[in-house]
């Protein structure tokens, strides 16, 4: 099969949805099996997705992977905490030859079922070469994205077949304390994309000493509207505050987001972790210690650090694989 017209096809069907009565309803049908994903954000994963699968994407991605001649049954249990989370999974184990065995997360099983609708009207031949499970057996070779806590029954129950098994890992920036504000625009988005619900959602903010955060708040504010929509953020809101109220801890807020100092890598929805720093070298030494706990880093480039720029930790490329782990290479060799 040609993946890589079919993949670009699916990106070109993504970025022309259209917004009619029949794709309206789709949308409130998910927002309502699960209340985090909204309209806008279901729309804003389609939009990232389509820029990722652009040909040229494609191409480069599915240039160097050759298919496999002897298919495996490939078990992918699916996350649900951010739309179409597993997806790049699915495209990976489909170009790869293998076939696809998959459990969806049920907060994100409406969406699954449309991509792989849209890919069978592509290409009617991988029907056959996907199964969806409630109960995974019978595979040989499993890929898992969960808690820490269920990483170890997965670890424990596929110990004895090939697998990818990924934990909880977070995602930081890093500033200098020299950003303009249309970074710290874009550094809002990386904090409140998908409800800053994924493990590439900015949680925590590393700052110099004497950092100030009110041109971070003010650039926060064309979100308002957007967070305090959703009752579900808006009690996490709520809540927290109410928690650190209660307990008379020392934080900061604009009442639509609130920052508390902490050394913690993973905050509470509408909560950012900060860290102040002295030493960028010291501060340097301590995340490359910390690497395994760290999905993305945002920031300016700094040396011994791979970063990402502002308001690109939710638009990954189709290579930044999730905890570095090449899947690709991994599909090969099972």
Known sequence: MDFIS??????????SLPIQPATN???IKVAQNNPWFTPLEVKNCWSAWADALHPENVKKWLSSS????????????LAGNIPLVGMHDILSVLASGHHAVIKPSSDDSLLVQQLLDTLFEIEPELRSRVSLVERMHGIDALIATGSNNSSRYFEHYFKHIPHIIRKN???IAILHGQETEAE????????FSYYGLGCRSVSKLFVPENYVFDTLFEQTEVFRERMNSNTRYANNLDYNLALLLVNREAHLTNHLLILRESAGLGSPISV?????YADLNQLEKQLQAQQDELQCIVGHPISGLNTLSFGSSQKPALWDYADGVNTLDF????
């Open 272 to 276: 950012l972790f900060y860290e102040r």
């Open 169 to 171: 890992r977070n995602s």
């Open 25 to 27: 309803d789709f949308l």
């Open 6 to 15: 079919i993949y670009s096809a699916l990106g070109k069907t993504l970025r």
């Open 184 to 191: 710290l625009a874009l550094l809002a988005d990386d904090i």
């Open 331 to 334: 599909l090969s060799k099972i």
């Open 66 to 77: 050759v298919a496999t001649k002897e298919p495996k049954k490939v078990g992918l249990i």
